[in-house]
């Protein structure tokens, strides 16, 4: 993974990381998966306006981004802003649980292999926003992080049967953990925001709360923990009876039902033995499938995260946990 550190204020991250890649003869839209379209165009227009009220500030590190690789604005705009709207090929896995003595979120993040070393760690830390430190498939955008105040974020993708004008998953996530501290602020914020694609959104805060939001143009659902099930779990489906029927059964999701079984059923076979050791083993397939790809077929698990927020320490794997160990990464400074 590369790692980033980005500061000051959004349009300077974006133009000297922008400028630095430039440099060193990485030009991002010469990459075979900068896929601009004029159907792409066509919605990244349409949503530039809800990103003007709600988000400007992430429209100029776009800008800036662009300025710095010497690149049109509006194919950057494309890019990003249609992201996840259109198919797309990350699966993932995530999960949270708690018990007096542990708040784990747990996530897996499944891409291609021919990409992975593309992927990106970031910590920001910019001018009017949360510092968080995430991790990501592309840029700008993010896939799971968690901010300084302890809220953790992560998405799992759904095939979009249905789009809007709006945001996307990994803004959505950037968004989050720029603007929020606790769960009720992110379903609050969730309710508000205008949503372009169909996700899945775990969410988990120092105060104990977590929960996932199932969401899309036209719905958002949330699915909390019960006595029964003092946990939550997330895949590439949706599993609340309110938003099955956007499923669409017809693609290879990489196994996400029996991810998601096997994700349920080690949780709820070890709920009086909750511990980190359990997170990582569930990540690492030892309770069944969840990494267990052909990377043969261009599949894997690329990293593996787990923020352990009543303790304040975030932990990764940099590809696949079933052949890497997790390190911790200290170099974010929480601030509760």
Not at 93 to 107: E, S
Not at 186 to 209: C, E, H, Y
Request: aromatic share 14%; glycine share 6%.
């Amino acid at each position: 993974m590369y790692h980033g550190r980005f500061r000051k204020s959004h349009y300077e991250t974006g133009y000297n990381w922008g400028s630095l890649l430039y440099k060193n003869g990485k030009i991002i839209n010469w990459n075979a998966t900068f896929d601009i379209t004029e159907e792409r165009k066509i919605f990244a227009k349409e949503c530039l306006p809800v990103y003007e009220k709600y988000y400007p500030e992430i429209l100029e590190e776009i800008r800036g981004l662009a300025e710095g690789q010497k690149g049109s604005c509006e194919d950057f705009y494309t890019f990003l802003l249609s992201m996840y709207c259109f198919e797309f090929n990350n699966h993932c896995t995530c999960f949270a649980f708690k018990d007096r003595d542990h708040l784990i979120f747990g996530r897996n993040s499944d891409f291609l292999v021919s990409l992975e070393k593309l992927y990106m760690n970031c910590l920001y830390k910019l001018n009017g926003a949360y510092g968080f430190n995430g991790n990501t498939t592309a840029f700008i955008e993010m896939e799971d992080g968690i901010n300084e105040y302890g809220l953790a974020v992560g998405l799992t993708f759904i095939y979009p049967k249905i789009t809007g004008v709006g945001f996307n998953s990994g803004m959505l996530v950037r968004y989050l953990l720029e603007k929020c501290k606790t769960v009720d602020e992110a379903i609050k914020n969730l309710n508000m925001l205008p949503i372009a694609s169909q996700q899945t959104l775990t969410v988990i805060d120092r105060l104990g709360n977590f929960a996932v939001i199932e969401c899309n143009c036209s719905h958002v659902e949330v699915i909390k923990p019960t006595e029964r099930d003092p946990f939550v779990v997330a895949v590439n489906g949706f599993v609340s009876p309110e938003m099955m029927t956007y499923n669409h059964h017809n693609i290879d999701d990489w196994h996400s039902s029996e991810r998601y079984s096997v994700a349920c059923n080690a949780l709820r076979e070890n709920k009086n033995k909750f511990s980190f050791e359990l997170a990582g083993d569930i990540l690492s397939g030892k309770h069944g499938f969840m990494c267990q790809y052909d990377r043969k077929k261009d599949a894997d698990t690329v990293w593996s995260v787990i923020y352990d927020i009543k303790n304040r320490k975030i932990f990764r794997v940099e590809g696949n946990p079933s052949r890497r160990k997790f390190v911790e990464d200290t170099r974010m400074k929480f601030i509760y």
